[in-house]
């Protein structure tokens, strides 16, 4: 549970449910603390009945674009080549059967009620038909639904709703920026800008019913100022009332990522007014429910797996790839003494600006939380007045 304060009074944010504290019922730090422990279950208790499973399933390493910052890259930048990544893996229809079989082990040892699936890279439609595959194998776990990750480059009507047919049900595609910016850096290994393609199959995509999408903005200094354009362009394409955007700093993972944003009330003003515009265009608001990662929180994959396309085992995506962290294989399961020595936690050793990254509840973060929470606390109000109107005509 985290607590976050405001001039009216304080959020309780849990895991499945946001509470509010007038200021009125406590005067000092200490009774707040004390009004907050009584109010730890009501709010932060996990879901109830059994969870299924998490999988993340890298189908390739291998990606066709060469972003510079990426967290796959194994070298810093150097402008006259594309940076080198992790080692070239492809899933093949023999791992599929493994990678089931051991899913399948760990659902029933943990009792879970199935399984979950991202398809995540590299670039996973790299390796399309062994998605395919594995949506295919994963539907007997059971398969409760899947997500993919993807730069969209490849993606295509057809593709998606195959895709859909077998699980799908949220696609997740990244922008560095309007066209110019995000073309400097979201490029092709040859060079050529990836904007026009992106947004060219997001267009014929977007009829596909029953799709989420979540856009996510990478920000930085270069780009904050002129991402508002592309937001516009967006709501022309993509259902508004399935889609989300949310916008991230840049991360800097080792290989001297370039633009870093900085702490500012201008920074944390942009970023209020780009998601209030977003919030006009009819895009959907961003939850505020405490999370934490379904894969390293747990150590020892209680509660996911991270899988790369080789059996590989990893704590978490962000170094899947790394065979310095790996925690075991799809054959013979988790190892403790490498469980032990390499478990990994989200952002763990990146450089990042403080307000942003692990601190998620300070300075610029904890101004767009309250913003956030501001919004859907009118929402539930508009909502409650109206279901208020509609009783009172019956």
Known sequence: MKIVTAPTGAYLIGRTKVARIPSTLYSNQDELLSLAESYRHSVDTAAHGIQPYHVTVLTSTSCNLA?????QNTDSLDPGRPPARIPALQLTMGRVEMIAA????????LEKDGATVLLFGG??????????????????????HAGLQTNATLLTSERLEELHDL?????????DGDRATHDQSRKYRDGRGSFDRIMTNLEQCSSEPDIRWHIRFNVTRDSIDDIVPVFESLAEVLPTER??????????YGQGAEGLIQRS??????LKRCYEHILKL?????????????????????GGAVVTPDGTLYSCWDIAGRREFAVGDVETGYDKELVSANWHHCLE???????????????????????????WEARHRTIANQSQKGGGTQ
């Open 67 to 71: 972003c510079p910052y990426c967290f």
């Open 102 to 109: 051991f899913i399948r082990s760990q659902i029933e040892r």
């Open 123 to 144: 670039e996973p439609l790299l390796r399309y038909r062994e998605c395919v595959d594995l949506l295919t194998a994963f539907a007997k776990l059971p398969l409760k």
């Open 167 to 175: 699980g799908v049900i949220r696609v997740h595609v990244t922008f």
């Open 243 to 252: 889609s989300t955007i949310s916008l991230a700093p840049i991360l800097d």
């Open 265 to 270: 009330d201008r920074v944390a003003t942009m």
């Open 282 to 302: 009819g895009f959907q608001p961003l939850p505020v429910l405490e999370s934490s990662c379904a894969y390293c929180s747990i150590e020892g994959g209680d």
């Open 349 to 375: 050793g990146v450089e990042v600006d403080q307000g942003f990254g692990n601190d998620l509840y300070a300075d610029i973060e904890s101004e767009l939380l309250l913003f956030w929470l501001d919004v």
